[in-house]
């Protein structure tokens, strides 16, 4: 979403759309591997015409909109609540959330958090983190200065944190704690188990850290222009577009040149 389909704005482009519009006359199937939640996705669903499974929270669930049913989850140990805490007592200015399938619980409302809350334009849960109930945990988010975030991924690894789950950064200002071995790449996995779903092929597009493994996994791994290096580095297409003026209409244009050739 952010930084790919969605351009600087937080919107999507109408060069964008008509591209989407046009791959599915065409045959083609769309959908959206994002860090979001259930709720926080909604307003893009009719936005989209979406009818294909999403991949929510990073690689933590995959949700479909159409039957209103999670097709799977992979939650975060029972310990991640005895990390977050450990975490937040060692960086108080951090802000926080933890992400269920029934809501987002926010427990440290910063500048930072409440800039979150505001982009994923969702109505959180204010709770205190001891007393948010344990299990169904999908993802932690965490949102600091980025100066900060590099501390806490010190901090992270020198509580051994990292042995009982994933810290991954999504942007400059969130770093998320994410179930072992979870991401948008293994929910790709799971993605092409689903009904339907086999011998599809598979083409991904992202921008920053998190969507490295999807990169890695799909059958064909893009990035835009204004993706970070590492994620250059690691796509079999680097497009000549940014998320500001149509990079996934260039991808679409690119698999659509592929397929008729």
């Known amino acids: 979403m ?18 989407i519009d046009r791959f599915r006359s065409l045959g083609g199937h769309f959908t959206v591997a994002t860090g979001r939640t259930i709720q926080a996705f909604q307003q893009y669903v009719a936005m989209l015409e979406l009818d294909m499974p ?16 999670t097709l799977y989850t992979h939650p975060l140990p029972d310990k991640a609540k ?55 945990w999908l993802k932690v988010l965490f949102s600091l200065a980025p100066e900060d975030v590099g501390l806490m991924e010190l901090t992270v690894r020198q509580l051994g944190c990292d042995k009982y789950a994933d810290f991954v950064k999504s942007s400059d200002i969130f770093l998320e704690m994410l179930p072992l071995g979870v991401s948008k790449g293994s929910a790709l996995e799971q993605y092409r188990t689903l009904d339907g779903m086999e011998g599809f092929t598979f083409v991904s597009i992202g921008d920053f850290d998190n969507d490295l493994e999807m990169i890695k996994t799909a059958d064909l791994g893009a990035c ?37 050739k």
């Open 2 to 19: 952010d930084g790919t389909l969605l351009n600087s704005k937080k919107q999507i482009t109408d060069t964008d759309r008509k591209a």
């Open 54 to 69: 999403v991949i929510m929270y990073n690689g933590a669930a995959i949700h479909d909109y159409v039957s209103g049913k």
């Open 82 to 136: 005895e990390m977050a805490i450990e975490l937040l007592g060692r960086m108080p200015q951090a802000g926080g959330e933890v992400l269920k399938t029934d809501g987002t619980y926010v427990f440290s409302n910063t500048e930072y958090q409440q800039l979150h809350t505001r982009i994923c334009n969702i109505v959180p849960i204010y709770r205190e983190l001891p007393d948010i109930e344990d299990g169904g």
């Open 224 to 260: 835009p222009a204004n993706a970070e290096e590492v994620v250059k580095s690691s796509a079999d297409l680097v497009l000549e577009h940014t998320n500001d003026d149509g990079a996934v209409a260039e991808l679409i244009e690119y698999i659509i040149d592929k397929c008729v």
